[in-house]
């Protein structure tokens, strides 16, 4: 027997081929936290989803790794002439409405909708020309890993032919595990609610 | 100088008096027409919650008995049902809470409306709410959107009273609509409605079906009719006969009914009447004035409500239809109100007299000849009595009565007559060409026009010979064959 | 040879000879796991930004079938982090995999050869890159759903075909797929199945108050210019409009199932698929 069966395995590996191939394995994105992530993060974070982003600074960022912080988060894009400005106006009106002892536990990111045209060079400027202080994160990440952020946080967006983008005006608000706490929809937005909502978050991570 | 300044004082004095005259008189018009601000009376704290219990039409939920807001819950689910649109004809109907119409809510002005909008898990499509009473973006649309097996949520405050109709808003709408989803939700007054004896709630549609009116089975949505505004069905809620027979509304005779009426369209307007009533109050268009008063039709528009309310005098069954009236009895739009109790006379007696109709006009007309008789004879005395009467009885008494009495003022009598009696030739003559004109007869004067009789020779002898022998008179000759031809004869040289 | 080993030999070939047979049967089934879907341009319902001519969507393949109940489990077994008992909420909803018996059990209601249903979009853009390629884009999809004039004398008759079947009530169990009508391309079940996710599903730039969408709302969002519809009679482009505009990636819809799609150049590599 154990004769036949050497003689037949090769033979059997190439049969057995077809039926691995049609049995999706695991792949590498898009799965629920590997080794790293600790066990304890809540079921409705965020950061469960994982991917790998690129600041302004040059730096990677795994989203997982601003835990701890409450999260002020938009998407936009550098090119936008209409309301992309606005958002990060309103974000920094609130930055500057919170509370001074808050200040240092409350991130305020920018994801950028637009790989192709927003490398970490355009990304930089474009924090300067917005005067950013070091609170704040403006991101880039493949056009796929962009597309997950949008579907997680509820935001809408198409791409245009000219490269431009309609998208939603939602400012989001994650606590210290990554959990959606608040969400404003629409500019103007009502800053006194976004206030409220960091600074809620940001008493109950203090924790 | 002392009269100057007490006459000026006495313009300024007036002056005033009437700039504040003039300021309470408009603001007394002013308070009648405004609603003031429904949510005045809405208290600092928390206001009572209460869960709003949804009933399926023709039934309403009763009418509110509070006087102060409160926070009304409200669940409704959005379902996509199988089931009939008329006998032998099936549709799946996109529904709220599984019915066309969905139920009628009822709130009160002021009120805290806690929507939830529940789309069950079965359904294909995402369905949203546009309620009409909603001041907001889409009337509550741009809130609701609800994919299947989820649940959406918003609040409003019910601001105007009225009758407002919702209905399903997601794209492509008019489908949405067109499949069953509608209904209505009254907001009252905070002083609330007049009290009646008996709600309805009754709402008019239409179906878009492939197969023709009355073709079996499970009929497709045909979105061609719909565009062309050519609908097979157009029915009253939701089905052919849902209003019909045992599903009749019911009521009885003495009672005050009210029918909050909705119309969903999609495209149709209703022309509502009930047959045999007349709508004492309507609402036009759902508002909160009645504003007409003894309405026989009142237009419904589509997306539109109107409130009518009668008091029933007399028993029966009152058709509900749309008077666009090939609608009511070709493509379903009927439905009916039982009224049970007393009958009353004095307001419609029901039949009371069935005759035979001998049409009259302002000219002598003839009356076509019983063609049994037409052979000539000179019949014996008792045979042509009985003729006579026979004549009598099937071309005089119509007029003259059976008794040869008349009817005063109308026609003149027979009986023991002083006119008939005079002159024989002529009382022939009358029978043979009719008359026309006044005459006196027993002391009472008669203008009528007498048709020509189309007797035979024989007949009108019979006739004239019972007639002058009975009903007192006392003819003691009967009238002879010759003596009718010589007056026809007569008769035919003068024309 | 040993005569008492051969009757285990020949148990082990029959063996074998089954697994193969089961395999090529599963591909027989199919035809091919892909077709082909020619490049050529999409039209909008919402043509907000595009040229008249629409968008312009690149040569791709698209699987024939949906993804089964069965393909969904292999899966699942081999991505334990999927189970239905384990999956993050974030990812899928509550009512994910709610027709299956257990975390890999199909059971009465989930016939094998059925499309999935109940999977979340992360679900369904998981397995598709599992499976060495992606979900389609809604232009790719819909470019693909439109090519019917084998079967449809015109796209009006495919229209009426469409708003039929959503006519009808939602089956308590799906029948198998590969049953259904058959695009001019060789792909199955477009239409008459179940609705299918879309990569960019999220694309629909409205509000869910549909009769405003002439436009849309300023202040919800950044916006180029007038949506208008391209075909307002097209009811049944709209309902999958107006379904996927009421979508989150978390939801699992018992309507709602998927396909994977994949690029030319990634198929001609045949890249095996870690």
């Known amino acids: ?207 | 100088m002392v009269r100057n300044s007490l006459a000026v004082h006495t313009r300024r004095w007036l002056l005033a008096a009437l700039s504040i005259a003039i300021a309470t008189g408009t603001s007394a018009c002013t308070s009648e027409t405004s609603a003031g601000d429904p949510l005045a009376d809405r208290p600092s704290g928390a206001m009572p919650v209460e869960t709003l219990t949804v009933v399926s039409a023709p039934a309403v939920p009763p009418a509110i008995t509070r006087k102060t807001p409160a926070k009304v819950i409200i669940n409704l689910e959005t379902r996509e049902v199988r089931k009939r649109l008329a006998d032998g004809v099936e549709y799946t109907f996109w529904t709220f809470a599984g019915t066309v119409p969905g139920p009628l809510l009822r709130v009160r002005s002021g009120d805290e409306v806690e929507f939830h909008l529940n789309n069950h898990p079965s359904s294909k499509m995402p369905h949203n709410i546009d309620l009409h009473a909603v001041t907001g973006p889409g009337g509550g649309a741009a809130s609701s959107l609800t994919a299947p097996g989820h649940s959406s949520q918003f609040t409003f405050a019910a601001l105007n009273p009225g009758l407002y109709v919702y209905h399903c808003a997601t794209a492509p709408v008019g489908m949405h609509i067109a499949n069953g989803m509608y209904g209505l939700i009254l907001v009252e007054p905070k002083e609330g409605l007049s009290p009646v004896d008996r709600e309805f709630y009754v709402f008019q549609s239409e179906f878009y079906t492939t197969g023709r009116h009355g073709e079996t089975g499970l009929q497709p949505f045909d979105m061609q009719k719909a565009i062309h505004e050519d609908p097979e069905y157009v029915v009253f809620n939701g089905s052919v006969g849902a209003l019909v027979g045992d599903n009749a509304l019911k009521a009885k005779v003495g009672e005050n009914v009210r029918m909050f009426v909705g119309n969903g369209g999609p495209n149709l307007v209703s022309s509502f009447h009930v047959i045999g009533e007349i709508f004492d109050n309507v609402h036009t268009e759902g508002g909160t004035l009645a504003n007409q008063h003894n309405v026989q039709t009142t237009l419904v528009p589509a997306g539109g409500s109107a409130i009518v309310d009668m008091k029933l005098d007399v028993p029966g069954t009152f058709i509900i239809v749309d008077h666009s009236i090939f609608r009511a009895f070709n493509k379903g739009a009927l439905g009916m109100l039982a009224v049970e109790g007393a009958e009353n006379k004095t307001i419609y007696s029901g039949k009371q007299n069935d005759v035979v109709y001998l049409p009259e006009g302002g000219g002598i007309q003839s009356i076509a000849p019983d063609t049994a008789m037409s052979v000539e004879r000179e019949l014996p005395r008792g045979q042509l009595l009985a003729r006579g009467a026979q004549v009598f009885a099937a071309n005089c008494a119509a007029c003259h009565q059976l008794a040869g009495q008349g009817i005063a003022g109308a026609f003149p009598p027979l009986a023991a007559s002083d006119y008939l009696m005079a002159n024989k030739e002529r009382a022939i003559g009358i029978v043979l060409n009719g008359l026309n004109g006044a005459v006196t007869v027993n002391g009472a004067s008669y203008n009528g026009v007498m048709p020509a009789v189309q007797l035979s020779n024989t007949d009108v002898a019979a006739v004239l010979s019972y007639v002058r022998t009975s009903f007192g008179n006392k003819a003691t000759d009967l009238v002879t064959l010759d003596d009718v031809k010589k007056v026809r004869a007569a008769s035919a040289a003068k024309h | ?274």
Request: glycine share 6%; proline share 7%; with cysteine.
């Open chain 3, 1 to 274: 040879m040993p005569r008492t080993n051969t009757p285990r030999a020949i148990l082990l070939l029959a063996a074998l000879l089954g697994a193969m047979a089961s395999v090529v049967r599963a591909q027989r089934a199919t035809g091919a796991l892909y077709q082909h879907i020619a490049a050529g341009r999409y039209r909008p319902i919402f043509a907000a930004g595009v040229s008249d001519s629409g968008v312009a969507v690149r040569t791709f393949l698209l699987a024939t079938l949906p993804v089964t109940n069965a393909d969904y489990l292999r899966f699942v077994t081999a991505n334990p982090e999927w189970k239905r008992s384990k999956v993050a909420r974030v990812a899928a909803d509550s009512s994910y995999l709610r027709h299956w018996s257990g975390d890999e059990t199909l059971g009465p209601t989930a016939p094998p050869t059925a499309p999935v249903v109940n999977v979340s979009w992360f679900a369904a853009s998981a397995y598709a890159r599992a499976a060495g390629g992606r979900l389609p884009s809604t232009a790719e999809w819909e470019l693909a759903a439109s090519r019917f004039r084998r079967t449809f004398a015109n796209a009006d008759v495919l229209s009426a075909r469409v708003l039929a079947w959503n006519g009808g009530a939602t089956p308590r169990t799906q029948p198998a797929v590969g049953l259904g009508i058959v695009s001019d391309d060789g792909v199955g079940d477009l239409h008459g199945l179940v609705w299918e996710w879309v990569d960019d599903f999220n694309a629909v730039v409205t509000s869910g108050e549909s009769r405003g969408d002439s436009g849309p709302d300023a202040g919800l969002f950044c916006a180029g210019g007038a949506a208008l519809s391209a075909d307002p009679s097209n009811y049944a482009s709209f309902m999958r409009y107006a379904l996927r505009g009421s979508l989150r990636g978390s939801y699992s819809l018992s309507t709602l199932g998927f396909r994977v799609a994949r690029d030319i150049d990634a198929a001609t590599t045949k890249r095996r698929p870690r």
């Open chain 1, 1 to 207: 027997m154990t004769s036949l069966v050497k003689r037949c395995l090769p033979l059997m590996t190439l049969l057995m081929l077809p039926a691995l191939i049609a049995a999706p394995t695991r792949s590498a994105a898009q799965t629920p936290p590997g080794p790293a992530a600790p066990a304890s993060l809540p079921a409705a974070s965020l950061y469960m989803l994982r991917a790998s982003w690129t600041s302004h600074q040059g730096r990677t960022i795994d989203l997982l790794s601003l835990r701890g912080e409450v999260v002020v988060l938009a998407m936009a894009y550098t090119s936008c002439t209409m309301t992309c400005p606005l958002i990060t106006r309103e974000m920094l009106a609130v930055q500057k409405a919170l509370p001074p002892d808050l200040r240092a536990n409350v991130r305020f990111v920018l994801a950028s909708f637009d790989p192709a045209r927003d490398s970490v060079a355009v990304l930089r400027a474009h924090a300067d020309k917005m005067a950013l202080d070091a609170r704040w994160l403006v991101l880039r990440a493949p056009a796929a890993d962009v597309r997950q952020l949008a579907v997680l946080l509820g935001v809408r967006y198409r791409q245009l032919p000219n490269g431009d983008f309609d998208h939603s005006n939602i400012i989001s608000v994650l606590d210290g595990d990554g959990v959606l706490r608040f969400q404003s929809p629409q500019i103007p937005a009502d800053r006194p609610a976004l206030v409220r909502a960091v600074t809620a978050a940001a008493r109950s991570s203090k924790r």
